[in-house]
């Protein structure tokens, strides 16, 4: 089991730990809770949050070169990120290359 979790990107272990709430953040954000206030559950206060539009990207503040994007349409555009390319990880989530 430790030789799996070792072998494991960064992305992939944010994920498994903060994917569900950070999904469910990005859903209300981008949905029904679109141009409200919807708090930034407490499992991500260690990450940064930003809401663009029709995507949201979160990067752990221990760290910051790690970006992964929520984005339901597709990659998110890569001029946000200095033409930096979009992978994708997994449903709907993205990691900047």
Same mark, same amino acid.
């Given at each position: 089991?430790?030789?799996?979790?070792?072998?494991?990107?960064?992305?992939?272990?944010? =994920?498994?730990?903060?994917?569900?709430?950070?999904?469910?953040?990005?859903?209300?954000?981008?949905?029904?809770?679109?141009?409200?206030?919807?708090?930034?559950?407490?499992?991500?206060?260690?990450?940064? /949050?930003?809401?663009?539009?029709?995507? /949201?990207?979160?990067?752990?503040?221990?760290?910051?070169?790690? /970006?992964?994007?929520?984005?339901?349409?597709?990659?998110?555009?890569?001029?946000?990120?200095?033409?930096?390319?979009?992978?994708? =990880?997994?449903?709907?989530?993205?990691? =900047?290359?």
């Amino acid at each position: 089991m430790q030789q799996y979790w070792i072998s494991k990107t960064p992305g992939e272990k944010w =994920l498994y730990f903060f994917g569900d709430p950070a999904r469910d953040y990005a859903g209300d954000v981008l949905g029904q809770g679109r141009d409200t206030y919807v708090p930034v559950p407490q499992e991500l206060t260690g990450s940064q /949050v930003i809401v663009h539009s029709g995507f /949201v990207t979160f990067s752990p503040k221990q760290d910051p070169g790690l /970006v992964l994007a929520f984005s339901p349409a597709g990659p998110p555009p890569g001029e946000d990120y200095e033409g930096r390319l979009w992978s994708a =990880l997994g449903d709907g989530w993205y990691l =900047l290359q």
